[in-house]
């Protein structure tokens, strides 16, 4: 059986890494402040700022990240439920990426790297598959 993701052990940061490290935190959280205080002021006007899904756009299709923006906005809204409704895939996303913002601010603050969790091969193909059976099933009922 072949593994499916791969752990690297934590390390020390060499002075490039904790840059990048840094730079990224400052990115993602001047992001989410931005996002943020747009919502405060535009309210849930905001999603018609967005511009929409191409591949919807072109398809009328969902792909499997359509909903994403909408869940976004409903997460910083506090509203869980409709970031759920919006696109399921956030209860998978959102560990994932709190588990990276973690992280960043681990490696910020000890110069030190967490261990860090890897697709492999098999792995990366496992993924695609499950997004593309996910895209089919949230299109399926629009055939019936």
């Not at 511009?51 to 976004?72: D, E, I, V």
């Not at 759920?84 to 560990?95: D, G, Q």
């Not at 890897?118 to 059976?133: D, E, M, N």
Request: net charge positive.
């Amino acid at each position: 059986m072949h593994k499916l993701i791969r752990f690297h052990p934590a390390h020390d940061l060499s002075p490039e890494q904790l840059i990048v490290a840094r730079l990224q935190l400052i990115l993602i959280t001047t992001a989410l402040g931005i996002v943020e205080a747009l919502l405060v002021f535009f309210g849930d006007s905001l999603i018609l700022l967005v511009p929409p899904c191409p591949f919807h756009a072109l398809t009328g299709l969902k792909c499997p990240f359509c909903g994403a923006t909408t869940g976004l906005l409903a997460l910083l809204s506090g509203d869980v439920i409709g970031m759920i409704k919006a696109n399921v895939l956030y209860v998978v996303a959102l560990p994932i990426f709190l588990y990276w913002l973690v992280g960043r601010v681990w490696m910020v603050l000890r110069r030190r790297a967490i261990p860090a969790i890897a697709l492999t091969k098999s792995g990366w193909i496992l993924t695609s598959i499950f997004l593309v059976g996910f895209m089919a099933g949230r299109n399926i009922s629009l055939f019936m």
